[in-house]
């Protein structure tokens, strides 16, 4: 195989290092927003405990536990998606670097090493790839999650808006959400 068109580019060098270095930012800003989506969950846990002490009808406290245990399999979805997604950052870091190495040992290809640079770097780049794409389906099921806990609540709401009399017919019906598959 002919590589002499790759070696005479200083684009060619360029965009093998410039590829994995976008997935590594934007596996960091995914990384950042998980990170701030953990921490509402934290806090959402936070405000259904004081929700659960201070008491209430035991219907109240079944839907709160029906709450809790959602919002504890969504904080478990979301340390698993940030796992993934900082290996996909390590990864992508790690196919910058070896690319790096191999753009600059490239005029050096009789050397023995540099086809296996070349595949370390492929390979740290389909391990990315794949942590991204479990990352991704994760945060999906999380965010299911809480769609399931805004339903319940706009639910609750409706029906104590009801009994209360301020409508007389439930007009509000809830807003029809694309197919998210549960």
């Known amino acids: 195989m002919d590589q002499?068109?790759?070696?005479?580019?200083?684009?060619?060098?360029?965009t093998f290092i410039a590829a994995p270095a976008l997935l590594t930012n934007a596996s960091a800003v995914l990384a950042l927003s998980t990170a701030n989506r953990m921490l509402?969950?934290?806090?959402?846990?936070?405000?259904?405990?004081?929700?659960?002490?201070?008491?209430?009808?035991?219907?109240?406290?079944?839907?709160?536990?029906?709450?809790?245990?959602?919002?504890?399999?969504?904080?478990v979805l979301l340390l698993g998606a940030l796992r993934s997604i900082y290996v996909a950052l390590g990864a992508f870091a790690g196919a910058t670097l070896v690319t790096l190495l191999g753009a600059s040992v490239a005029?050096?290809?009789?050397?023995?090493?540099?086809?296996?640079?070349?595949?370390?770097g492929l390979a740290m780049g389909f391990v990315g790839v794949g942590g991204l794409m479990l990352?991704?389906?994760?945060?999906?099921?999380?965010?299911?999650?809480?769609?399931?806990?805004?339903r319940e609540e706009a639910a609750l709401i409706r029906k104590r808006q009801a009994e209360r009399g301020s409508i007389s017919t439930p007009s509000a019906k809830p807003a029809k959400a694309e197919a998210v598959g549960r």
């Open 4 to 14: 002499t068109p790759l070696l005479q580019s200083p684009f060619a060098a360029l």
């Open 40 to 75: 509402r969950t934290r806090d959402r846990m936070q405000q259904l405990f004081a929700k659960f002490e201070s008491g209430g009808a035991s219907a109240e406290e079944a839907r709160l536990v029906e709450q809790v245990n959602r919002v504890e399999r969504q904080a």
């Open 107 to 120: 005029p050096f290809q009789e050397v023995g090493w540099f086809r296996p640079l070349a595949w370390l």
């Open 135 to 150: 990352g991704s389906a994760r945060l999906f099921r999380a965010t299911q999650l809480s769609l399931v806990n805004i």
